[in-house]
Every structure is written in C-alpha cells, then in structure tokens.
C-alpha cells in the first residue's frame, strides 16, 4: 500500500516531506518503545532488599558478530546474591552475598556458637 502511495505522489518534495514525517514519527516511536522497555526492565530487575529503590542501571551491552545489542533479558549495576538467587544491588552485595543473607548466616552462626 505504502509503495502506491509513493507512485501517486506528484512531486518529490511531497514525497520527501512524507518521508521526513514518517522517519520523525517512527524516531518518536522507537525513542517511546525504549523508555517503555526500559520501565518494564526496571519493574523486573530490582534490589530485593526491603526499602532498596535501586533498579538495573539498564540493559546489558552485548556483543553480537559486529553489532552491539542490548540483552533486555539482564541487568546491569545488579547482581544475583549466592545463596538466594535474588537480584540485589551493588550498595547490598558483599562477598556474593546479600544484606538480608549476611545478616541471616551472621544470625546462624551466632547461634551455633553460643550453644
Ligand atoms: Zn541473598
Ligand atoms: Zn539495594
């Protein structure tokens, strides 16, 4: 359909201006597809830590032949904590280890040598 419109246009600056319209609306789009993606990334990957308001960073740059790609599927500035595979942010994360885990194998430990 887009190709017959093209054929009927009578002049090329027409022609042109549609296009510019067209490139104009499509940046508009793909720059409002981004933030959406990005919001929902955000929503996804999160500290888990009670209170923590820290999301990834964005998504992760990867290197694809070439090309550099975004992998929407991981995170950045967010790290998997060792023992309860939660994502956790770098301000909550020592030794691989969450805040929440740290203090609960501190607890533990407390515990077993007070016995
Ligand atoms: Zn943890
Ligand atoms: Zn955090």
């Not at 209170?51 to 995170?75: I, M, R, V, Y």
């Amino acid at each position: 359909m887009s190709q017959v419109l093209i054929k009927e246009s009578s002049t090329l600056t027409q022609e042109e201006a549609g296009k510019t319209e067209r490139e104009l609306g499509e940046a508009e789009a793909n720059a409002r597809e981004i933030l959406v993606k990005m919001w929902e990334h955000q929503q996804r990957f999160r500290c888990h830590v009670d209170g923590c308001t820290n999301t990834s960073a964005g998504p992760k740059l990867e290197q694809f032949l070439n090309h550099w790609l975004w992998d929407w599927k991981q995170p950045t500035e967010l790290v998997l904590c060792d023992r309860c595979i939660r994502w956790t942010c770098i301000a909550h994360l020592s030794s691989d280890l969450c805040q929440d885990c740290r203090y609960q194998l501190h607890a533990e430990y407390n515990l077993a040598t007070n016995r």
